[in-house]
């Protein structure tokens, strides 16, 4: 499919706006990425825009719209891809397209190169160009040639190379650099995707990952936004090279694998955590395919909330070294407070190899591996057996101190924010291990300060949702007729005019004003049909107004309607109508108009669509 130039969701965009979305399953959209629980005509999950604990966030398939009804996010499949893959709308669209297998008009073979295209879409489009390359250099007969023999040697199969999208970046200082050049991109984009960098004396730039087996890291979307790279020579002194952080890429919020790995982990209800990218290859090629990788870091909470939006239960797999042992500890300390049911298997000596990939290779392999999960320790089974291993042995004032440090290390990690029934579980041992008083180590948790957590911080870009009691009459209307389009017809020209002029000045009047437009025009009063006539917020807003009409229920106990019927009004929707009409009217006849401030009202409309009248409705 042609890459296709989109800069906004505007009216010379709606046709292919309108067929996308029409061809697009908004539950199934989610649902890649969020795991979710159909609860009557809904599905509801964990918003993942917000540290959410508790579901709330609701999916309609109905209406093809999602709304967390905390954090007040909201919108279609389009704005959910664009928020949670942090791509702008282009790219949002053309994604769903290619899922959906809609071509979408041409309007220019590439994207914007000036300021006007952003520092994500062209680290995107530097990643898919460079993903390439690497690709083609695993191939070359020479170039590729160490790279084919170090997947040999890895036992990794063609299919995984395949679905992993594993490549080559040759031995030499600006392969990509020049490929870039002769293609004709801009090199400024590859610096700022951290694929290249500019030389310290003579000019030009040089390629940031050579003679390496290249792993290309991916978003939940699937697209490229980083790399792994692993030494071909035993000479280069680092064994792993990862990008460095980039517009599109945060290493503590990124698993490697989850992009293939979503599927497997609802379908098992659980994830499998591993400490490296082969590791992770080794699991799904054995048929383990709920395994995703951290990135040569510590386990984030940016990594629990992930995960926690899929699955309930996590199993981390670390080796049985020292590096390994500490990998486990910090991971405690993470998710200790975290809603999961958190399980470590280590990889020591009893299970006859170092690595989840070497117990993968033998024999009996798969058998060994299923039953490490199946003996995998509790997380605080885990902690408490290091703990007595390092107290063992110690005088009575010395395995008081341990303990209390302890106590104090939970205090500090979390331990007030858990269920009071694991509290009192976890200082009952610490009490037996002890023989401290419980009421004693609850004093010295409670005392300790709590850490700040990344996940603490409220999203950026959120806002509260609005009360369904801080919603005027006016914003119910249009709510109503959101939900059931046919509701339109039942309002009067004067009718029109009056709702035009309660919502005036506030986030409802661009909504109110592109149903004026599409009813005049003829268009459906659909969901799609206004993302081609709003801005990004006044959709959202739109989406808000409609998530709460249909939360009313009215219409939950009618059958959907016939095409026949379509153009009906169910008959509680019609009185709930009618009742915020006369609600509307007697506002509107205790208030003088005053013409002067529709004239201003109207003034501030123009400015807010750029003096361009034929992007709002016509005046009334």
Excluded at 115 to 131: K, T, V
Excluded at 264 to 287: L, M, N, P, S, W
Aim: proline letters at 5%.
């Amino acid at each position: 499919m042609p890459v296709v130039s989109y800069e906004s969701s505007t009216m010379s965009d709606r046709g292919d706006i309108e067929r996308v979305l029409g061809a697009t399953d908004i539950v199934r959209v989610v649902r890649e990425r969020v795991e979710l629980k159909q609860k009557g005509r809904e599905w509801i999950g964990l918003c993942p825009f917000h540290d959410d604990r508790s579901p709330s966030m609701y999916v309609s398939p109905a209406k093809q719209i999602f709304k967390c009804f905390a954090c007040g996010a909201g919108g279609d499949a389009l704005t959910f891809v664009q928020k949670y893959d942090g791509v702008e709308f282009p790219q949002a669209l053309q994604h769903l397209a290619e899922v959906a297998g809609v071509e979408l008009t041409i309007r220019g073979q590439r994207q914007p190169q000036g300021p006007g295209r952003s520092e994500r879409a062209a680290a995107l489009e530097a990643n898919a160009f460079a993903q390439d390359y690497f690709r083609r250099c695993l191939v070359h007969p020479k170039a590729g040639a160490e790279a084919r023999a170090m997947i040999e040697k890895r036992g990794i199969s063609q299919e995984m190379v395949e679905t992993f999208g594993i490549g080559a970046a040759p031995n030499g200082w600006d392969g990509l650099v020049q490929s870039t050049l002769k293609a004709g991109h801009p090199v400024d984009a590859f610096a700022g995707a951290q694929l290249v960098r500019a030389r310290d004396q003579g000019g030009g730039h040089y390629d940031v990952f050579r003679h390496r087996l290249m792993f290309p890291i991916h978003d939940q979307g699937g697209r490229v936004i980083a790399f792994g790279g692993r030494r071909l020579s035993e000479d280069d002194p680092a064994k792993y090279l990862n990008s460095p952080e980039s517009p599109v890429f945060k290493k503590s919020g990124v698993l490697y694998g989850l992009w293939k790995a979503s599927t497997g982990i609802r379908k098992t209800g659980f994830c499998i955590v591993t400490e490296g990218y082969t590791d992770t290859i080794a699991c799904h090629q054995a048929g383990f395919t709920n395994t995703v990788a951290t990135l040569g870091t510590a386990f984030t909470t940016e990594h629990a909330a992930l995960l926690r939006r899929l699955c309930s239960r996590i199993v981390l797999l670390f080796d049985g070294d020292e590096a390994g042992l500490t990998a486990a500890d910090r991971a405690v300390g993470v998710l200790f407070a975290e809603p999961l049911d958190v399980q470590i298997a280590i990889l020591d000596g009893s299970h006859g190899a170092k690595d989840p990939d070497d117990l993968l290779k033998l024999k009996d392999g798969r058998a060994r591996f299923t039953q490490m999960l199946e003996d995998a320790e509790d997380l605080l089974a885990y902690r408490f057996r290091r703990l007595k291993e390092r107290l063992e042995g110690l005088g009575r004032s010395a395995l008081l101190q341990g303990v209390e440090e302890e106590v104090r290390w939970l205090g500090e990690h979390g331990l007030r924010q858990i269920e009071p029934a694991r509290q009192d579980q976890v200082l009952a041992q610490l009490g037996s291990l002890s023989g401290l008083d419980q009421h004693r180590l609850r004093e010295l948790a409670l005392s300790a300060p709590r850490r700040a957590r990344s996940s603490d911080q409220p999203s950026p870009g959120s806002a509260p949702a609005r009360r369904p009691e801080e919603l005027s009459a006016g914003d119910k209307l249009v709510g109503v007729v959101l939900l059931e389009p046919a509701a339109w017809a039942l309002l009067s020209e004067d009718d029109v005019t009056m709702l035009r002029d309660a919502v005036a000045g506030s986030p409802t009047e661009a909504v109110a004003a592109a149903l004026d437009d599409l009813a005049a025009d003829g268009e459906p009063l659909s969901m799609p049909a206004l993302r081609g006539q709003l801005e990004e917020d006044a959709f959202q807003w739109a989406s808000t107004l409609v998530a709460w009409a249909e939360r009313q229920g009215w219409t939950n106990d009618q059958p959907p309607p016939s095409e026949a019927e379509s153009k009906s009004v169910a008959e509680p929707v019609r009185q709930a109508f009618s009742g915020l009409v006369r609600l509307l009217a007697g506002q509107h006849s205790s208030q003088e108009v005053d013409p002067f401030e529709r004239i201003r009202a109207r003034r501030e409309q123009l400015a807010r669509f750029q003096n361009d009248p034929g992007r709002i409705a016509r005046p009334s």
